[in-house]
């Protein structure tokens, strides 16, 4: 298992930005598929993103075209830019590699509001 740590989280206006950042605990030049998933008050976990080996990106449609997942294999980190942020992203937001289980980090937490 790796450990996942992430940060950039905060308090946000709508049509706001914020960068996430994620370290993970080894190398993730080999991972396949590395991900943002959140967690929205009262709701269960959502996957957010994926960002793949192979340069493919793909995000759910409630994010698209406004969030940006990216990995830095040389610095074992990934990021997701949140740009044009709504009331509905605050959620605690995880990252995850895969085949990695159940284990999952502490989370940053966003709030979105005006």
């Known amino acids: 298992q790796v450990q996942l740590v992430e940060s950039g989280g905060g308090p946000a206006q709508p049509g706001g930005s914020l960068r996430l950042s994620c370290v993970v605990s080894r190398s993730i030049a080999r991972i396949v598929n590395v991900m943002w998933y959140r967690q929205p008050p009262g709701k269960q976990r959502e996957w957010v993103a994926t960002?793949?080996?192979?340069?493919?990106?793909y995000y759910a449609g409630s994010v698209k075209g406004r969030f940006t997942i990216s990995r830095d294999n040389a610095a074992n980190t990934l990021t997701l830019q949140m740009d044009d942020l709504k009331v509905e992203d605050t959620a605690i937001y995880y990252c995850?590699?895969?085949?990695?289980?159940?284990?999952w980090g502490q989370g940053t937490q966003v709030t979105v509001s005006s």
């Open positions: 960002a793949t080996i192979h340069g493919n990106r």
């Open positions: 995850q590699v895969d085949d990695n289980g159940d284990n």
